[in-house]
């Protein structure tokens, strides 16, 4: 792993971190560069890339991808690449009606997975699920794999047992999640570092690390699930907020819903999750007397064209619209890149219907951002949980350059 040089100075320690995290995002985003390639896109010296690479290559994060294949004189230049073997990371994702763990490598290469698809039970009960998952995965990985396990991404729904009315859920268990520090505990049972972010925010460093960030820097992240979440990309990184909750859209406020399967309204203002989420349609599908308790049941009435399905998407449509739209006014950011839990078409209707009421109700001089498809669909939020400790540990932030290294929660 990078690690800090003997023998130079407290800022040129961390300058180096930065440009060797630097390399490893370029290579990500480039698949295989040469080093002359890495240092005009970096704006480095070829020594000083030159230097990098033999450390990055000491440490087991690069290796060779030949020689390109071109005409011209000279000998063809030597190319290198992420080494999937570099680094491994695991994560967890909690969700409300599943718990997900899956183990990456470094190139974001999926390796194992556990999935469980159930109502989130209490915290103790979800602590023993994930730690036997782990504790399998880890019993199949190599011994130097294991060394190079960077930590545990833990990725879940902040204020588990808030909104449970307009979520359409009733169970105590919930309640307990907002007095245990999960993380905490995870990291307890299993002696490893756990680093834990809001669900929302995961998915879109997912995105950043591994999947449209390697041409997107700037962009408002989406994702539909039992509620729905969201994240921000700024310059690269992900904007976090005070609390954690920045994009926490789920929470605007929106007219109350027409559907007659809603909560009645407790005033003049609902919330965005009550209409724009998959337990929405489940609920609108179930007081129309259909069975909704899977994802294959929900996707195969959203394939049947079910009226219900129809009814829902208008109702989503018409809330999710101007969330945006003020969402998009406020940070200026060119691009929203939607993802969601299920699809059965529904992914592409849902942004084919958003981008025709985005344009529809754009303000005078303003354009309407694009709408793109997420990269991951049902994996994003576990992905997003292992590229956590990856992503604290190998991208160039610029917490770096002023020595605030990855953090454990």
């Not at 230097?51 to 071109?70: C, P």
């Not at 990371?89 to 556990?114: E, H, M, N, P, W």
């Amino acid at each position: 792993m990078p690690r800090d040089r003997v023998g130079q100075g407290r800022n040129s320690v961390h300058l180096r971190r930065f440009n060797e995290r630097l390399l490893l995002q370029l290579l990500r985003r480039m698949g295989e560069a040469s080093k002359a390639d890495l240092a005009r896109r970096a704006d480095l010296t070829n020594t000083a890339v030159g230097g990098i690479i033999d450390a990055l290559d000491i440490d087991g994060l690069i290796e060779s991808a030949g020689r390109r294949a071109e005409g011209g004189r000279g000998q063809p230049a030597a190319l290198i690449r992420l080494k999937p073997s570099g680094a491994y990371a695991i994560g967890v994702r909690l969700d409300r009606d599943s718990l997900q763990t899956v183990l990456i490598d470094f190139s974001g290469t999926v390796l194992d997975r556990r999935m469980h698809n159930l109502l989130l039970p209490a915290p103790a009960e979800a602590l023993d699920i994930i730690e036997a998952d782990v504790r399998a995965i880890l019993a199949d990985m190599s011994a130097d794999a294991r060394e190079r396990l960077t930590g545990i991404g833990l990725a879940q729904p902040y204020n588990l047992g808030a909104w449970l009315r307009e979520l359409d859920l009733g169970s105590a268990h919930f309640k307990e999640w907002d007095t245990v520090d999960f993380g905490a505990l995870l990291s307890e049972r299993l002696a490893l570092p756990v680093f834990s972010e809001n669900d929302g925010n995961a998915a879109a460093i997912a995105e950043l690390f591994y999947g449209l960030g390697a041409r997107l820097d700037d962009f408002l992240y989406v994702f539909l699930g039992p509620a729905i979440g969201g994240g921000v990309a700024v310059g690269g990184d992900c904007m976090r907020g005070s609390t954690g909750n920045a994009a926490d859209i789920a929470v605007m406020p929106v007219p109350p819903s027409t559907l007659a399967s809603a909560p009645e309204a407790r005033g003049r203002w609902s919330i965005l999750m009550a209409r724009a989420s998959l337990n929405a349609l489940v609920r609108h599908l179930r007081f129309h007397g259909l069975v909704a308790d899977t994802h294959a049941e929900i996707e195969r009435h959203i394939r049947d064209g079910h009226p219900a399905v129809d009814e829902w998407i208008a109702d989503c449509v018409d809330a999710l619209a101007p969330a945006l739209r003020g969402a998009i006014c406020l940070l200026d950011l060119p691009v929203i890149v939607f993802d969601c839990d299920v699809d059965a078409g529904l992914v592409e209707r849902l942004m084919r219907e958003l981008d025709h009421a985005l344009r529809h109700d754009a303000p005078e001089a303003r354009d309407t951002p694009d709408i793109v498809r997420g990269s991951f669909g049902p994996d994003a939020g576990a992905i997003g949980a292992a590229s956590l400790p990856l992503f604290f540990n190998f991208s160039p932030r610029a917490q770096v350059l002023l020595g605030q290294g990855s953090e454990a929660a």
